[in-house]
């Protein structure tokens, strides 16, 4: 069972497992699977930051690589108390079959730093940030290893990392490094949509799964678990297909109203209160009674772990679309089954940041900048055709749409090792 062995539900063995069922199905060559169940480069590093008191505290950072064949380490940096050595594996690991999958020449690998950020001052989190960023150095580098926005870190913090790499390069370097983190602000070489793209690809793929299955998202209800950057643009962007948001649940507690609730309303309430609690004068419900809100669709976008043995039977839908990395672990996976609840994994339904990093990458190595309309059309193009090649195979394997994902990265892996032989 892979390298997990946390405290709490190791996620990185959620990771194996799935990892497993997908190697065993397809007949992985066995060589080739000891590779890729294995992390490549894993740095932890303890750097000290002066607070705005005077004094001292320590912090931890990672950056897990998970594997870099396809192209250089590229994923997100997470700021949050449950960051450790096997969330950072679990979510390298998923990035590296994301970017297989939707064929993108990137590797997998996935950072952070172990605090709650809310804690602390704007200046103090600068500070965190750019330490270490320092700490890190060479770890990172634009043909290397490129971090972007996860949960609690945002253009703003991608910034602040590109400043600090940039001014650890010698002058005649730097304008040509800016594509060491993607997620940035437009003005310093951030692309247009990168900002919505992981909801924007929800909503093209919730769009495409509507067409297969004959159903009409015109009054459709939907549900989501987080309202940061990927729950709150997944809402937003369902608002105009004329569904109805019924149900939503983040950090401060969660809200309900059959009537509906307004996305875009709650999220002007989120950015000012930082979160959902208080919205409308509305009552909290609980994490069970949010659970099992009937409803058409539920798209979790918070962490993992959240659709469990425990849980899944709680859910009373007809999809999920798994914005969060994660939300389902394999016990989870097997009841949404049994309950005939459709899928769209997150290997396949969260891609479309990475897939818009890639366009930003892209765009600053060719001192491009492109429309909108260029990078959602592209977007959506890649996401469809990533869609229709899980949605085929599950079919003509017989297997789960998960399972069929991993299978199409897997190969594609697998592919590029044997062309390539192993040094020496
Ligand atoms: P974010 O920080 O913008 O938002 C996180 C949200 O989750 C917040 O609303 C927070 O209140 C909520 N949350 C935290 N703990 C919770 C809890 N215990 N219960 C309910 N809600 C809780 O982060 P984000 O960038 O939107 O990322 C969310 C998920 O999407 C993560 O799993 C991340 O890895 C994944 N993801 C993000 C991107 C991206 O482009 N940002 C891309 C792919 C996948």
């Not at 149900?247 to 979160?275: C, F, M, Q, S």
Request: aromatic share 8%; charged share 25%; with cysteine.
């Amino acid at each position: 069972m892979g390298q997990g062995g946390a405290q709490r539900p190791s996620v990185y063995d959620n990771v194996m497992r799935q990892f497993d069922k997908a190697a065993d199905l397809m007949k992985l060559d066995p060589d080739i699977r000891k590779i890729l169940a294995t992390t490549k480069n894993e740095i932890i590093v303890h750097f000290p930051v002066k607070m705005d008191d005077g004094t001292i505290e320590m912090f931890s950072g990672y950056r897990v690589q998970h594997n870099d064949v396809l192209g250089p380490y590229k994923g997100g940096l997470r700021f949050h108390p449950s960051v450790d050595l096997d969330e950072v594996r679990a979510l390298a690991t998923w990035m590296t079959w994301k970017s297989a999958l939707v064929d993108i020449p990137f590797g997998g690998a996935k950072g952070g730093i172990q605090f709650e950020p809310a804690e602390y001052s704007p200046r103090e989190l600068e500070r965190i940030t750019r330490r270490f960023a320092f700490s890190l150095g060479c770890s990172i580098g634009p043909e290397y290893d490129i971090p972007a926005p996860d949960v609690n870190t945002n253009p703003q913090i991608m910034a602040w990392i590109l400043d600090t790499y940039l001014s650890m390069m010698p002058p005649q370097e730097r304008n040509r490094s800016v594509h060491v983190v993607t997620g940035k602000p437009v003005g310093l070489g951030g692309s247009l949509g990168r900002d919505k793209a992981t909801g924007q690809g929800i909503v093209y793929l919730i769009e495409q799964w509507a067409k297969d299955s004959d159903f009409d998202l015109h009054g459709a209800t939907y549900t989501v678990q987080g309202f940061g950057n990927v729950g709150g643009w997944a809402a937003r962007l369902l608002k105009p297909h004329g569904a109805r948001l019924v149900a939503v649940e983040d950090a401060t507690g969660a809200i309900a109203n059959p009537e509906g609730i307004d996305p875009d309303k709650l999220a002007e309430h989120v950015k000012v209160h930082r979160g959902v609690r208080g919205y409308a004068r509305m009552d909290l419900i609980d994490h069970e009674t949010f659970l099992s809100t009937s409803a058409d669709l539920f798209i979790p976008a918070a962490l993992e772990n959240q659709i469990t043995a425990e849980t899944a039977s709680l859910l009373d839908v007809k999809l999920v679309a798994e914005g969060a990395n994660g939300p389902t672990d394999p016990d989870g996976d097997l009841i949404l089954e049994e309950k005939g609840i459709d899928l769209l994994p997150d290997v396949l339904c969260n891609a479309g940041g990475v897939i818009v990093s890639y366009y930003e990458w892209l765009q600053n190595k060719r001192s491009e900048f492109w429309e909108l309309e260029e990078v959602d059309g592209k977007l959506q193009r890649r996401l469809l055709v990533a869609y229709g090649r899980v949605r085929d195979t599950a079919r003509r394997v017989g297997t789960d749409w998960r399972t069929a994902a991993y299978m199409i990265a897997l190969s594609r892996l697998e592919r590029v090792y044997k062309e390539r032989g192993i040094f020496p």
